[in-house]
């Protein structure tokens, strides 16, 4: 199922991945949104390569992207693509290899495939997730697990509270972040700030194909291609460790 969608949706982002890269070498401009977020030249080309072969490949879709100019048909489609052509533009434009091209596609709230490019890594991820099964909860083994937490909420101290003896690994793109932890580089991925859907999509559609769990941080769920686009906190992790990380952060969960 959605053999056809994966592999058209891996071309896209390996081909927005090598117009990204090409503005990496050649220099590329860059400003600020109104909401002072940052955004590239490379941003925008990405942007309109990756609706142009998706949305052309399957023109009845809608579409959810940073860049684009939101607008209320997507709610009415069957499926919708939930895209951010550069997840990190800050890593990018400091030369970190954090960043990532994201590729979801969402039908009835729920991500059916992701797809995760980082170009400077070359690392291509991509899962069709639909009928994906949970891993068994494991045990606690009385060891620290480790976590992948984004780098500006490690270097101002903004991440929330997490158990005695966790090893805190921070790392850029959220998208990328989901990614590893799919393939198996840490235990868990948290956030608790708003994350914009297009940043946790993707990433969110192949964790839960490789049988993790992801949820809010008190294990609310998420969904997907909403009127606000925004997911309210992000904890990602194999369903034991899920399921006493939860537990942990309802302590500071105020009534």
């Keep these: 199922m959605f053999e ?13 991945g090598e117009v990204i890269e090409r503005f990496r070498r050649e220099g590329v401009r860059y ?5 002072r977020e940052l955004v590239s030249e490379a941003d925008l080309a990405a942007a309109a390569l990756l609706e142009r072969r998706l949305l052309g490949a399957f023109p009845e ?19 919708t693509w939930v895209v951010d052509p550069i997840d990190g533009t800050r890593e990018y434009l ?6 990532a091209v994201s590729i979801a596609l969402v039908a009835n709230g729920e991500p059916v495939l992701g797809v995760v490019h980082n170009p400077a890594t070359g690392e291509l991820f991509a899962a069709a997730c639909c009928g994906a ?11 620290p697990f480790e976590a992948l937490v984004g780098r500006g909420e490690h270097a101002w101290d903004d991440l929330p509270p997490l158990p005695e ?3 805190v690994r921070p790392m850029g793109s959220v998208a990328y972040r989901l990614a590893r932890l799919a393939q198996g580089d840490g235990n868990a991925t948290l956030t608790g700030f708003g994350r914009a ?9 192949l964790c ?13 769920p998420i969904r997907f291609n909403q009127p606000r686009p925004v997911v309210r906190g992000l904890l990602a992790a194999e369903p034991g460790l899920h399921e006493r990380l939860t537990r942990f952060f309802k302590q500071f969960a105020r009534g």
């Design 165 to 167: 003896g966790t090893l």
């Design 133 to 143: 099964m949970e891993r068994p909860a494991t045990e606690p083994t009385g060891q």
């Design 197 to 205: 859907e297009w940043d946790v999509a993707a990433g969110a559609a």
């Design 61 to 79: 879709d809608g579409w959810l992207s940073e860049e684009h100019r939101d607008s209320p048909a997507r709610l009415r489609a069957a499926r």
């Design 4 to 16: 056809r969608e994966l592999e058209a949706a891996k071309e896209a982002a390996l081909a927005a």
């Design 208 to 220: 839960r194909a490789a049988g993790l769990r992801v949820t809010g941080v008190l294990g609310d």
């Design 31 to 35: 400003g600020r949104k109104a909401g």
């Design 94 to 99: 400091e030369g970190v290899p954090e960043f």
